[in-house]
């Protein structure tokens, strides 16, 4: 079974950076045919799409982090990335990784993101 592990979570003040990665367990042959995202479910809130890259590295965003969030994969390390500027108290968030495709769906257990003075 392949596992999914964030990192780069942690305690920033606003305007800050953070840079999240998330990695595989284990090589997947497929992975460059895949397609990565990263969600974040706020406090009292909905778990939310916040970027997407696909097996063609087409990437989509959402309204709030446009801008400001930039997502790449790099496949040859079986990682994506989420590159996070400009950080707002808004962004506080637990931030999932999921790899997917067609026939699988991987999901991270979360790296929590706090965006605080």
């Known amino acids: 079974q392949v596992q999914l592990v964030e990192s780069g979570g942690g305690l920033v003040q606003p305007g800050g950076s953070l840079r999240l990665s998330c990695t595989t367990s284990?090589?997947?042959?497929?992975?460059?045919?895949?397609?990565w995202n990263w969600y974040r479910q706020a406090p009292g809130k909905q778990r939310e799409l916040v970027a997407l890259?696909?097996?063609?590295?087409?990437?989509n965003y959402a309204d709030s982090v446009k801008g400001r969030f930039t997502i790449s994969r790099d496949n040859a390390k079986n990682t994506v990335y989420l590159q996070m500027n400009s950080l707002k108290p808004e962004d506080t968030a637990v931030y999932y990784c999921?790899?997917?495709?067609?026939?699988?769906?991987?999901w991270g257990p979360g790296t929590t993101v706090t965006v605080s003075s």
């Open positions: 999921n790899l997917k495709d067609d026939r699988r769906d991987y």
């Open positions: 284990r090589d997947i042959f497929t992975l460059f045919a895949m397609d």
């Open positions: 890259i696909t097996s063609r590295e087409g990437t």
